[in-house]
């Protein structure tokens, strides 16, 4: 599928079905914090430090659902929760470093370009 067909949404659109779930606020970082190791839920919500736990807990539903992360429940008192990346979740490091580095290199540019645009405004 070349990429004028995939924005048109002709048999369905497969980047707005995968940029709408993994693109916003939190999925990324919470791929990304669970790129070295599995984690639980607490250590997870202070390795990102600024997302609420209701928000948390409704992204690792949501890539859980979409295959991105595996959710291991163990049967012990208190019940522990472990949440791991998948084959999916792992393949899609490379394009996420990918996106992480041009946001890097090209941020200064974005800021700059914002700026001379208010400056139009």
């Not at 079905?17 to 639980?40: F, H, M």
């Not at 928000?55 to 012990?76: I, Q, W």
């Not at 394009?95 to 580095?101: C, H, Y």
Request: glycine share 6%; aromatic share 6%.
């Amino acid at each position: 599928m070349n990429v004028t067909t995939a924005l048109s949404g002709e048999g369905g659109c497969p980047i707005r079905d995968v940029l709408d779930r993994i693109g916003d606020q939190w999925s990324l970082l919470v791929l990304a914090a669970l790129e070295p190791e599995t984690l639980r839920f607490n250590v997870l919500l202070r390795r990102i430090g600024d997302v609420s736990k209701q928000m948390l807990s409704r992204t690792l539903r949501r890539l859980e659902e979409d295959g991105f992360v595996e959710r291991t429940v163990y049967a012990e008192v208190p019940p522990r929760v472990e949440y791991s990346l998948t084959d999916l979740g792992r393949s899609f490091l490379v394009p996420m470093r990918a996106l992480i580095g041009w946001a890097d290199t090209h941020q200064p540019q974005v800021e700059a370009a914002r700026a001379a645009y208010r400056a139009r405004a």
